[in-house]
């Protein structure tokens, strides 16, 4: 059975960082794309990062690029987010996803499985 875990999230000042992490166990995944998305209050569900089965290649939303930063462990069934200067608008809960395919993507239609998510609060 798949599953896909994540940790790290919390309650952070603007202008702070957190560390996501998302464990994932019941197969292999070092072919498959791995990736963050995010949903607000309110809001729909949106990609934050992705990143290559390899995890030579990454790919952003314009509106963390610069801020946050995806990886993988070595085992591959590991990816972290690496959040800093967060932002009020950064308040959701970070879901984490694996995709059907190798390459980096921003599709939430490429994503086969899904985390249960992990609240971020980001306060003035």
């Known amino acids: 059975q798949v599953q896909l875990v994540e940790s790290g999230g919390g309650l952070v000042q603007a202008g702070g960082s957190l560390r996501l992490s998302c464990a994932a166990s019941?197969?292999?995944?070092?072919?498959?794309?791995m990736g963050w998305f995010r949903q607000g209050p309110g809001k729909e569900r949106e990609f934050v990062a992705s990143?290559?089965?390899?995890?030579?290649?990454?790919y952003y939303a314009d509106s963390v690029k610069g801020r946050f930063t995806i990886s993988r462990g070595n085992a591959k069934n590991t990816v972290y987010l690496q959040m800093n200067s967060l932002k009020l608008e950064d308040t959701a809960v970070y879901v984490c996803?694996?995709?059907?395919?190798?390459?980096?993507?921003?599709?939430?239609?490429?994503?086969?499985?899904w985390g249960q998510g992990t609240q971020v609060t980001v306060s003035s």
């Open positions: 996803a694996a995709a059907r395919e190798l390459r980096a993507t921003p599709h939430l239609y490429d994503y086969d499985y």
């Open positions: 990143i290559s089965g390899s995890g030579s290649s990454t």
């Open positions: 019941g197969r292999t995944f070092s072919r498959s794309a």
